[in-house]
């Protein structure tokens, strides 16, 4: 730690890691502890302005290719999701410090900017698997609300060879990135020097995520065809 030296208060690499591990578990117990005080709150989707959601064909039929596995497959994909979201007031907090040193102690430090976006790279990967399950994701809509719903279902399942495409090259990349990192026991260039096998092993877990994600999803379009199909042909 002597290049540290003069820098101030730099927060450890352990407590960086220990904290990201165990800060969301407890604003998430806290979040539980509040809603059976208060009892269920029903969220309401906020209306977009201007813009008309139409409900998607899973949004239409919940039930859809319901079973043990895809339920796994969703509260671990809705856990995470909130999990990794916790970390964004993590970000604040060491923007905040960095403010109050900066211009009020006149000290700098070397490490919030540098542990902020690391954080909220982990973020956007390990995300992935919730957007997915509650339909956040980018899509060109121009065609498919032409479509019946049972052409929409078909399209979705379609489209999903070109995703699992992706997130299996994602998942292989990210193998390699997390072998190569840890075996040369790479760190950051700055003078944190922070462990960098730990981001991109979080780049293999959101890679693995989404997939399971998309494994879920692909089950409930192939069973809503199938009953979309003998609906209308009954």
Known sequence: MSDLEGFGFVLPHWFYWGWLAVMPLIMMALDRWQQKRKGPVEDEPTPVP?????????????????????????????????????????????YFFEVVMRYIFNMPTIWVHEASFLLLGMQYLLAGAFAMLHGAHVRVDVLYNLLPERGRVGMDIFTSMFFFIFALALAITSWTFFQ????????T???????????????????????????????????????????GTA
């Not at 190569?180 to 760190?187: D, G, R």
């Not at 020097?193 to 879920?216: C, D, E, R, T």
């Open 50 to 94: 201007g813009e008309v959601q139409k409900p998607t064909p899973l949004e239409r039929h919940p039930d859809a290719g319901v079973n043990v596995f895809t339920r796994a497959i969703d509260w671990i994909s809705e856990h995470s999701g909130v999990f990794v979201a916790f970390w964004t007031v993590n970000a604040v907090c060491f």
């Open 180 to 187: 190569n990192s840890f075996s040369m026991h790479e760190t």
């Open 189 to 231: 260039v700055e003078t944190w020097g922070i462990q960098y096998y730990p981001v991109k092993a979080m780049m293999l877990l959101g890679a693995i995520l989404i997939l399971l994600a998309g494994v879920s999803k692909l089950i409930k379009d192939i069973a809503l065809f199938i009953r979309l199909g003998k609906e």
